[in-house]
């Protein structure tokens, strides 16, 4: 059983930077891959980007290449994303997730642990 922290949002404007964090307990942090999603308000959730349990390898959607970062410290069994460049269409919660498949990252039911969220608002 992992349990997921996600802390470090906030309200920004247009332009400005965020780092979140998701802290893991409970499990064996280093053997997840671990995702990020967000939902808008009256919107799906969706999915933002992965980081590999093992390789370390990063994927985006479209809309976080080049701005957003995916990182992590087996260490401090925590994940970061990092994002630049934020738009007011990036407003939206932010859940990291965990899971031990070897599949369909970008797939929310992939995913077994989810932590509470954290709400990111960005102002024009």
């Known amino acids: 059983q992992v349990q997921l922290v996600e802390s470090g949002g906030g309200l920004v404007q247009a332009g400005d930077s965020l780092r979140l964090s998701c802290a893991a307990s409970g499990g064996t942090f280093s053997r997840y891959t671990i995702g990020w999603f967000r939902q808008a308000p009256g919107k799906e959730r969706e999915f933002v980007g992965y980081?590999?349990?093992?390789?370390?390898?990063?994927y985006y959607t479209d809309s976080a290449k080049g701005r957003f970062t995916i990182s992590r410290d087996n260490s401090k069994n925590t994940v970061y994303l990092q994002m630049n460049s934020l738009k007011p269409e990036d407003t939206a919660v932010y859940y990291c997730a965990a899971t031990y498949s070897s599949s369909d990252y970008d797939v929310s039911g992939t995913y077994t642990y989810w932590g509470q969220g954290t709400q990111v608002t960005v102002s024009p």
């Open positions: 980081i590999r349990r093992s390789s370390g390898y990063t």
